[in-house]
């Protein structure tokens, strides 16, 4: 097996099992944590998920110091290109909304950059051909 597979088996596995704790936190924080009272413990229990979300952080990361400098420089280069296309796009519904158009949740900014970044990847794959 070539490094580069070990480097992307491990990510891959690193990054099911972050995004899996998340889920499982995900699911118990809205079960247990919406009904509960107002107050530190409440919040405590709602921001749950964000130690899964913080693993896929620590995934990305290793991810990054585990592959070459070609690699990392063109993965580093398609996050900060989806980085300024979510800004754009985000920036702009702002604009929207003050012109009337409905509000909407700070959720929606990080389907917005994973697509963005997915997006980014896929135009560069289709140039090198």
């Known amino acids: 097996m070539t490094h580069e597979k070990k480097v992307y088996k491990a990510y891959r596995r690193e990054m099911l099992l972050s995004l899996g704790i998340y889920v499982v936190l995900l699911v ?7 009904p509960m009272a107002d107050g530190v413990l409440r919040t405590a229990v709602l921001l749950l998920p964000m130690a899964g979300f913080g ?18 420089q063109n993965l580093l280069e398609s996050f900060a290109i989806a980085a300024a296309m979510t800004a754009a796009i985000t920036f702009s519904y702002g604009f929207l909304e003050t012109a ?7 959720f929606s900014v990080w389907p917005i950059m ?16």
Request: charged share 25%.
């Open 55 to 72: 693993l896929a952080i620590w995934a990305i990361a290793r991810h990054l110091r585990r592959t070459d400098e070609y690699l990392r």
């Open 100 to 106: 009337g158009f409905p509000r909407i949740s700070m």
């Open 114 to 129: 994973a697509a963005s970044w997915g997006l980014v990847c896929f135009v560069r794959v289709l140039l090198k051909r």
């Open 28 to 34: 118990a924080a809205i079960r247990f944590g919406r």
